[in-house]
């Protein structure tokens, strides 16, 4: 069974089964242009919910963004009548997929609401409403559906919120895991079977470097966790995405890679904002002999008529081993675009990389010591920094690389 509910010019819901007695209700936002109001995703994303129609109880499984609630809830009622669901579990409190609670408890004011406590104050702030049949998650608790239908409970907090939780339904053998092995994208299926993972993949580390990025260290304690309970699903349903069924074990060890601030030996990315071209012209000169020395080279560019994309840039830096940055001073300082970039690779992407700093200035430079301290900050290793009143010639630009590439 698959169902599609137009909604609007924002998007549309797609309501289908996945597993006996387990249907998903995905929501293709077409209208989203920022994710968070931050991150550039021309590809759009998915907001997923799940239902359970065990034989006692019905579940459902995380809402959707509040835009979408009235498609939601019309989608939802293809299945079943939104006043019989028993419960709703919060994995995930975020307004994107909490979103249409209000609504639901409208339809429904005996809904009993499994969420962590953060989550309970989350939900109830930020829409006025109470919960008023509401019990608290807690790691390992089993909820029964009836027969020998049971979900039960991991904590998984920080990944990406305190309250984050992810669940195994026993017999149908999935992990519904929240946030974690989301990805940007509407993909025209609904799981991986029958996808070009490696170039779903890319949407994948889009989303773990801008959204999860900042909590890599919990994201190892996390996989850690889900290795224990491994053998107890074939399937990952997340709150983004596809539904991962042949590509499990990879995704797991994608996180885990990137997780451990892990790099690509050959991989390098450039990234440069140029106000007059001097700046350009040397990150592109870069590129050219890093990839004569056979590195993979990605390059960002922010000039006077073009913009890359700053999540694109995120998830290259993630992974590369060599990062060159290019600003000219600004204001006794640093363009201030480029501060605002090499911060946030720092939070979100900062893997201790080895590092070229490239920078100009008319009266005095600045931008290089700038740029410097915040890398530094962060565990980068800085190897060359070239600082040139006027333009940069060859030499030094291939004395950068030697710096990089020669051990």
């Given at each position: ?9 924002d ?61 939601f ?8 009548d939104?006043?019989s ?35 309970r104050?989350?939900?109830e ?8 049949s509401?019990k ?16 039960e409970?991991?904590?998984?907090p ?8 992810m ?34 993949a ?13 909590y890599?260290?919990?994201?190892v ?34 996180y ?7 790099t ?8 440069y ?11 592109k ?40 940055i290019?600003?000219a001073?600004?204001e ?39 740029l ?36």
């Amino acid at each position: 069974m698959q169902k599609i509910y137009p909604c609007g010019f924002d998007g549309e819901v797609v309501v289908t089964d996945l597993r006996k007695d387990l249907y998903m209700i995905r929501v293709n936002d077409k209208r989203i242009k920022f994710f968070e109001a931050l991150w550039e995703i021309p590809e759009g994303i998915t907001y997923n919910a799940y239902l359970v129609t065990g034989p006692e109880k019905i579940v459902l499984l995380d809402t959707v963004k509040a835009g979408f609630a009235d498609c939601f809830l019309e989608a939802l009622g293809s299945v079943v009548d939104a006043r019989s669901i028993d419960a709703l579990v919060v994995h995930h409190s975020e307004p994107d997929h909490s979103g249409a609670i209000p609504r639901l408890l409208g339809v429904n004011e005996k809904l009993t609401t499994y969420a962590h406590p953060i989550a309970r104050n989350i939900i109830e702030k930020t829409y006025g409403v109470k919960l008023g049949s509401y019990k608290p998650l807690r790691d390992g608790l089993r909820l029964g559906l009836g027969g020998d239908y049971v979900l039960e409970l991991l904590s998984t907090p920080w990944l990406h919120w305190p309250d984050t939780y992810m669940s195994i339904l026993e017999p149908g053998r999935v992990l519904f895991s929240g946030d974690v092995f989301g990805a940007y994208s509407i993909p025209d299926s609904l799981t991986d079977r029958d996808t070009d993972f490696d170039k779903y993949a890319w949407f994948m580390k889009k989303y773990f470097a801008t959204v999860i990025g900042s909590y890599r260290d919990w994201v190892v304690k996390g996989m850690d966790k889900l290795e224990n309970h491994r053998q107890r699903f074939d399937a990952i349903a997340p709150l983004h995405g596809l539904v991962l069924e042949e590509n499990i074990d990879r995704a797991i060890e994608l996180y885990r890679f990137w997780g451990e601030k892990r790099t690509i030996a050959t991989k390098a990315t450039i990234v440069y904002a140029s106000m007059y071209g001097d700046i350009e012209r040397a990150a592109k000169r870069v590129a050219e002999i890093l990839r004569s020395k056979n590195y993979s080279v990605s390059i960002y560019g922010f000039n006077d008529s073009d913009r890359a994309l700053v999540s694109d840039v995120l998830s290259d830096a993630i992974d590369s081993s060599i990062l060159v940055i290019g600003a000219a001073t600004y204001e006794a300082s640093v363009v201030p675009l480029m501060k605002y970039i090499a911060e946030l690779i720092c939070s979100k992407s900062s893997s201790g990389q080895k590092v070229v700093i490239l920078t100009t200035y008319g009266w005095g430079g600045a931008a290089g010591k700038r740029l410097e301290g915040i890398l530094k900050s962060c565990g980068m290793s800085i190897r060359y920094i070239v600082e040139k009143h006027g333009s940069i010639n060859d030499d030094e630009l291939v004395d950068a690389v030697d710096a990089l590439t020669l051990e």
